[in-house]
């Protein structure tokens, strides 16, 4: 591998453990420069997760052995396509995320907010690099626990309530983790996940019930991570009760389980595994398809703007995933396209919500006819373009995302039931956004007198960050050639995974398939 | 087999224990429950890479065979991250406790209703 390229794979996951630590350790009472850091930082990623992106774009799968310790028996960290568009992703919405904490100062609630932040990267960026399936648990474990200690940042009684369930929850996750771990190694005697591919194209019919079955408990867990319905309970309560940065933070980790769906389905479970090939796609289906519903509909029964952005969360998780879970090429390349789409947008939607709450001070974001507040013209623009992108009109990327997904997904069998759910969604959503909008601008213009205008820090700047979002999203929909080419072309890349497992176990090993 | 039999019904018990243990409806016996399901989780591991007696893990020049040291490696990394989690839950408990004024994991006390 190109030495340039292998360091930039591990100062993704180096850099914001030390700048992380750095902060914890030097700067805890220096705000102003522990700021510059984590900013820095979350510069410094984007800028690597481009150059490792325009690397991949050219089709190579680079394998680095931390410790120079070889594959199967070291950890390495591998980059494709895929791993470099999250962390693409990951770095642009963590870029947005920090900068709006800081200006809005919510860094300031609590301590620590910037080293938790470090370590939230190092997890998720270490997740989406990781070639080994132990390792994936580990930075799950990494980027889980800085979640924990961001999602109760502020504090105040709900936001602890909402965090032992959410705790809780994960820690009954991540023993299941284990135990689908610990099936797959008992019966293939391998963690690295190139060699578990091989391992399991190759293994007798006696064993594959009990691969079958550790694969199925893994995405369980995944299925845990993605809010996938019926596990989907934690995510609301968690969501509405966090800081809205957090939670825009948070948009990426139930990708991170979409992410670790795709990558052992393609890969571990592939077309080469035989009997197993692609073994939970009929699983997912059925639970992505009820996921996308029970999101939509959850829109009406939320009573606050958070609460429904963190239903939107669910509802477009559940349309990506019945996308991913057709495992067709075809379809794969689309849903990539919205998982970048639904991130961004739903992050975009947490911050719009956060900034219209603020302004109407004891009204918050509840669902109530209140009368007008400061920038309200402004704000129900910005509410309307983040709405139109969650829910996926024209002319933002979610609508380009849907139809390329509905078209992906034609030739399945299933594809009548996709198209169903989807469309009438889609619907759905449009009603019950318009109608908390009309109640929140439209509703409330009517109302006499006005909020009184506060001095809120970061009037201006907290705006600009979420138009910012925004504006990704219309980036998205005016590069969606080269962006959808990408996409597509990490599709095929995932469907042909003798190149990662040859990138990992060297060239030797592609003859022993 | 005795062994085999021992090892797996103790995980066994060790896992409906904390099941039903992390249904309850009150946090200390959720992090009982999440202790007992990372203890049988522990065992659990270091049985996957089958049980055998009297061999060592790692190179030994009298030995003949050995036991397979890497779900050791992964136990003793389970143990750590369950055991910091574990004291990272009771924490959290106890001041969700002082906050809220109840121990329920809902955080609302029997009976009382959703406003």
Same mark, same amino acid.
């Given at each position: 591998m190109n030495p340039a390229i292998s360091w930039l794979v591990v100062a993704a996951v180096i850099l914001p453990t030390v700048l992380g630590s750095i902060s914890l350790l030097a700067l805890r009472h220096r705000l102003a420069l522990s700021r510059l850091v984590s900013i820095g930082s979350c510069a410094a990623l984007v800028v690597i997760a481009a150059a490792l992106t325009v690397h991949a774009s050219g089709g190579a799968t680079e394998s680095y052995a931390l410790g120079n310790w070889r594959a199967p028996f070291g950890i390495a960290l591998v980059l494709d396509r895929l791993s470099a568009l999250m962390l693409l992703l990951t770095a642009v919405l963590a870029l947005a995320v920090m900068i709006y904490a800081v200006v809005t100062g919510v860094d300031r609630k609590g301590w620590h907010f910037h080293p938790l932040f470090q370590f939230q990267l190092l997890g998720l960026n270490g997740a989406f690099l990781t070639g080994d399936l132990f390792n994936l648990f580990v930075f799950f474990e990494v980027f889980l626990i800085a979640s924990y200690g961001l999602l109760l940042h502020g504090q105040g009684a709900g936001r602890l309530k909402a965090g032992v369930n959410y705790v809780v929850i994960n820690l009954v996750g991540s023993t299941l983790f284990l135990v689908g771990v610990g099936l797959l190694y008992g019966v293939t005697?391998?963690?690295n996940m190139a060699d578990m591919a091989m391992r399991v194209a190759a293994a007798p019919p006696g064993d594959q019930g009990l691969i079958a079955a550790g694969g199925l408990v893994l995405t369980v867990v995944f299925a845990l991570k993605a809010a996938?319905?019926? $596990?989907?309970?934690?995510?609301p309560g968690a969501y509405a009760a966090t800081t809205a940065a957090v939670a825009a933070l948070f948009a990426i980790m139930t990708k991170v389980g979409v992410y670790a769906i795709i990558r052992t389905g393609t890969l571990i479970f592939g077309e080469d595994a035989g009997a197993l090939a692609f073994l939970t796609g009929p699983w997912i289906l059925p639970a992505a398809l009820v996921t996308t519903v029970v999101g939509f509909l959850g829109l009406f029964a939320a009573r606050t703007l958070r609460e429904m952005a963190a239903w939107s969360v669910i509802g477009s998780t559940g349309v990506l995933l019945s996308a991913v879970s057709v495992f067709r090429v075809e379809a794969m390349g689309p849903a990539l396209y919205y998982v970048l789409h639904s991130t961004l947008a739903a992050a975009a939607l947490f911050l719009v919500v956060d900034l219209i709450a603020k302004r109407r001070s004891?009204?918050?974001?509840? $669902?109530t006819v209140a009368p007008r507040f400061q920038q309200s013209e402004l704000l129900s623009g910005l509410f309307f373009l983040a709405a139109i992108g969650i829910v996926g009109l024209p002319p933002l990327s979610g609508f380009i995302g849907k139809l390329l997904i509905l078209d992906g997904v034609r030739?399945?069998?299933?594809a009548a039931w996709i198209w169903a759910t989807i469309l009438i969604t889609t619907l759905i959503g449009v009603l019950a956004f318009a109608r908390a909008g009309s109640r929140i601008f439209w509703q409330s213009?009517?109302?006499?007198g006005a909020i009184p205008v506060r001095a809120l820090r970061g009037r201006r700047g907290g705006v600009v960050v979420a138009a910012g979002l925004l504006a990704t999203l219309a980036a998205l929909t005016v590069m969606g050639g080269p962006v959808t080419a990408y996409t597509e072309a990490t599709a095929t890349q995932l469907f042909s995974p003798q190149q990662y497992i040859d990138a990992v176990l060297g060239e030797t090993a592609g003859g022993r398939r | 087999m005795t062994m085999e039999l021992l090892v797996a019904s103790a995980i066994a018990v060790l896992t409906a224990a904390g099941v039903y243990l992390v249904l309850r409806g009150r946090t200390f016996p959720v992090v009982l429950g999440l202790a007992f399901l990372s203890y049988a989780i522990n065992l659990f591991l270091f049985a996957m890479g089958r049980l055998v007696i009297n061999r060592p893990p790692i190179y030994d020049k009298a030995a003949e065979a050995y036991t397979d040291p890497l779900p050791q490696a992964l136990v003793l990394t389970a143990i750590v991250i369950a055991f910091g989690m574990t004291a990272f839950v009771v924490v959290l408990a106890l001041r969700t406790f002082l906050e809220?004024?109840?121990?329920q994991v809902d955080g609302r006390e029997d009976g009382e209703v959703q406003p």
């Amino acid at each position: 591998m190109n030495p340039a390229i292998s360091w930039l794979v591990v100062a993704a996951v180096i850099l914001p453990t030390v700048l992380g630590s750095i902060s914890l350790l030097a700067l805890r009472h220096r705000l102003a420069l522990s700021r510059l850091v984590s900013i820095g930082s979350c510069a410094a990623l984007v800028v690597i997760a481009a150059a490792l992106t325009v690397h991949a774009s050219g089709g190579a799968t680079e394998s680095y052995a931390l410790g120079n310790w070889r594959a199967p028996f070291g950890i390495a960290l591998v980059l494709d396509r895929l791993s470099a568009l999250m962390l693409l992703l990951t770095a642009v919405l963590a870029l947005a995320v920090m900068i709006y904490a800081v200006v809005t100062g919510v860094d300031r609630k609590g301590w620590h907010f910037h080293p938790l932040f470090q370590f939230q990267l190092l997890g998720l960026n270490g997740a989406f690099l990781t070639g080994d399936l132990f390792n994936l648990f580990v930075f799950f474990e990494v980027f889980l626990i800085a979640s924990y200690g961001l999602l109760l940042h502020g504090q105040g009684a709900g936001r602890l309530k909402a965090g032992v369930n959410y705790v809780v929850i994960n820690l009954v996750g991540s023993t299941l983790f284990l135990v689908g771990v610990g099936l797959l190694y008992g019966v293939t005697g391998t963690l690295n996940m190139a060699d578990m591919a091989m391992r399991v194209a190759a293994a007798p019919p006696g064993d594959q019930g009990l691969i079958a079955a550790g694969g199925l408990v893994l995405t369980v867990v995944f299925a845990l991570k993605a809010a996938l319905v019926p $596990l989907h309970f934690w995510l609301p309560g968690a969501y509405a009760a966090t800081t809205a940065a957090v939670a825009a933070l948070f948009a990426i980790m139930t990708k991170v389980g979409v992410y670790a769906i795709i990558r052992t389905g393609t890969l571990i479970f592939g077309e080469d595994a035989g009997a197993l090939a692609f073994l939970t796609g009929p699983w997912i289906l059925p639970a992505a398809l009820v996921t996308t519903v029970v999101g939509f509909l959850g829109l009406f029964a939320a009573r606050t703007l958070r609460e429904m952005a963190a239903w939107s969360v669910i509802g477009s998780t559940g349309v990506l995933l019945s996308a991913v879970s057709v495992f067709r090429v075809e379809a794969m390349g689309p849903a990539l396209y919205y998982v970048l789409h639904s991130t961004l947008a739903a992050a975009a939607l947490f911050l719009v919500v956060d900034l219209i709450a603020k302004r109407r001070s004891e009204h918050g974001d509840a $669902l109530t006819v209140a009368p007008r507040f400061q920038q309200s013209e402004l704000l129900s623009g910005l509410f309307f373009l983040a709405a139109i992108g969650i829910v996926g009109l024209p002319p933002l990327s979610g609508f380009i995302g849907k139809l390329l997904i509905l078209d992906g997904v034609r030739a399945a069998p299933e594809a009548a039931w996709i198209w169903a759910t989807i469309l009438i969604t889609t619907l759905i959503g449009v009603l019950a956004f318009a109608r908390a909008g009309s109640r929140i601008f439209w509703q409330s213009a009517s109302v006499e007198g006005a909020i009184p205008v506060r001095a809120l820090r970061g009037r201006r700047g907290g705006v600009v960050v979420a138009a910012g979002l925004l504006a990704t999203l219309a980036a998205l929909t005016v590069m969606g050639g080269p962006v959808t080419a990408y996409t597509e072309a990490t599709a095929t890349q995932l469907f042909s995974p003798q190149q990662y497992i040859d990138a990992v176990l060297g060239e030797t090993a592609g003859g022993r398939r | 087999m005795t062994m085999e039999l021992l090892v797996a019904s103790a995980i066994a018990v060790l896992t409906a224990a904390g099941v039903y243990l992390v249904l309850r409806g009150r946090t200390f016996p959720v992090v009982l429950g999440l202790a007992f399901l990372s203890y049988a989780i522990n065992l659990f591991l270091f049985a996957m890479g089958r049980l055998v007696i009297n061999r060592p893990p790692i190179y030994d020049k009298a030995a003949e065979a050995y036991t397979d040291p890497l779900p050791q490696a992964l136990v003793l990394t389970a143990i750590v991250i369950a055991f910091g989690m574990t004291a990272f839950v009771v924490v959290l408990a106890l001041r969700t406790f002082l906050e809220t004024g109840t121990d329920q994991v809902d955080g609302r006390e029997d009976g009382e209703v959703q406003p």
